[in-house]
């Protein structure tokens, strides 16, 4: 197998100086998924956010996010994410189309867009996914709470959210038709 | 309870005589559902086609269709029809967002939109429905079939769709980015 | 010409009491257009409003809005209540897709989706049209005001308007990715 | 001015050995806009291609494509190559949504998505952008032709687009009604 077959075949992660390099010089694409719970008329019934230590030991609540690494789909990303973050029972209804209900840009200052990472520029895809099994947060989370619709997107959670992520939950309600 | 109550509370059916006149001087709101099964990953897998008779004996494939009803949602429309179709154990997966991935207008005469049905001028919100159940076709229609994409959108089953149908299953496969 | 044929290429309008025993039996077919001005790269910066007295003399502000009528193609009413409402010279930019960026279900009763029409049950495909030429207003409405997004979104401006038509300003926002 | 400020405020370009480097790495965020004339009514009626000599010598037609660089929004990297390609009298008309119609993933290699680009992994927001001003290829196109939507949509015109793209013409001609 020659490197051109490796390099198109296989995803791959990235040494933490090489990502550094990488994240200076271009965007980052990410997908992100707000879970819900929906009836089975498919009104959003409840928002799940993940909540997490952050490096500098403050705690704070967030959607699923992540890299789409090289070689890999905006789907398996998804997946990848989900999974990861929701634990292997989630059940996750990966949307039929790649189409995302709104694309988040996070820029180092909140000067640009509102959505912010101070490590990067990053173009997100951000979808609204159903989840139907049961979810234990894995991995770096401490905890994941389904919320009411009301409560996700009421202005104390909205202070627990970091980076503009609460205004993304009110997208995503504006988008079903919840807004409260 | 006085008459405006009951207006605005209950669904109603119409006698055959006032549909015939309502029929003739407004369009008539429907919902169209598209039944798909995906996989772990999003990706459509199949598209499930009703097999019917009618009124002149020939067979037609078609998507799950019909009329809502006053007094009733765009939800509650698809799910009825959706269980009606398909079952009571199809299980379908009601999109969380009311908006449709298309609007399909049918006109009595096909110069207008190519999308026909010669009783009426119809607007139909039209939905890519994964379904997760077993499906057994339920009242008129003869059977029900999951194909493969490219069955689904192949010119022999457009020659058995009726009304521009198949024109609806080709826009969903490209919605969902599974144009053969 | 036969009957069929009339029917089936000409737009019709209703004399009251046919209007008002159509409303009474099926949902009504409406569109709504949320007039917006962008700049250069697509940035919605103003939000336009008609200003209307309402039957028992109040004032309310408004979104354009209105009947399909039968015979008559979903972008054809958008075009016909555009003009009308914002005058001849106002050069909307009907969008590509028929698609509406939602569905806004109207009721006699608040209770089903919060969206209130107490005439009828109407189905209201709903868009967000650019409109990039002077505005009149013409016919009923008094005036109509271009307004900054974070006017149009106020609890002030929430409470002129009626029906739940400052929930879709809020929703069309949103989508744009414009929530102040 | 610190380097954090540097970084977050200002785009940038890439020298060729560090672009290399870094699309081996991380996949690259592209937009692409398939400029369209409408009618009035919004009704497409004509697709706009570019003709390009690729490094080989042969020619190719393509849509509008091209990287979102460090520091740009979505909205700025479409209207840059917007008028790179259509030239400065273009006016194209940039969504009021940030939201794509759909999203291409080109691989080096065929066989994941059927969008191949042999230079990269590469993210591509797809959007449809109605262009009313005069066009004038710019830079390293050598013609830019209005066609008709059957003709864009042609297995002709197909065999003279690369990497995927035709599918993309008939995706976004599925997507604003216009299928053929």
């Given at each position: 197998m020659n490197d051109q077959e490796t390099l198109s075949?296989?995803?791959?992660?990235?040494?933490?100086?090489?990502l550094s390099f990488v994240r200076e010089r271009v965007p980052t694409v990410y997908v992100e998924?707000?879970?819900?719970?929906?009836d089975h008329l498919g009104v959003v019934e409840k928002v799940g956010l993940l909540l997490t230590a952050r490096p500098d030991g403050t705690l704070t609540r967030s959607i699923v996010s992540g890299r789409v690494l090289y070689g890999e789909t905006v789907r398996e990303a998804l997946w990848r994410h989900l999974t990861k973050d929701l634990g292997p029972d989630a059940e996750p209804l990966v949307p039929a189309t790649v189409a995302?209900?709104?694309?988040?840009?996070?820029?180092?200052?909140?000067?640009?867009?509102?959505?912010?990472?101070?490590?990067?520029?990053?173009?997100?895809?951000?979808?609204?996914?159903?989840?139907?099994?049961?979810?234990?947060?894995?991995?770096?989370?401490?905890?994941?709470?389904?919320?009411?619709?009301?409560?996700?997107?009421?202005?104390?959670?909205?202070?627990?959210?970091?980076?503009?992520?609460?205004?993304?939950?009110?997208?995503?309600?504006?988008?079903?038709?919840?807004?409260?």
């Open positions: 075949t296989s995803t791959r992660w990235l040494p933490e100086e090489e998924a707000i879970p819900v719970r929906t995302p209900f709104t694309v988040a840009e996070y820029f180092p200052t909140p000067d640009r867009t509102g959505f912010t990472d101070e490590r990067q520029h990053a173009v997100s895809l951000v979808f609204i996914v159903p989840v139907t099994g049961e979810c234990v947060p894995s991995q770096e989370a401490l905890q994941f709470s389904w919320m009411s619709v009301a409560e996700a997107t009421s202005p104390l959670v909205a202070t627990e959210m970091s980076g503009g992520q609460d205004r993304l939950i009110t997208m995503a309600m504006a988008h079903v038709g919840c807004l409260p």
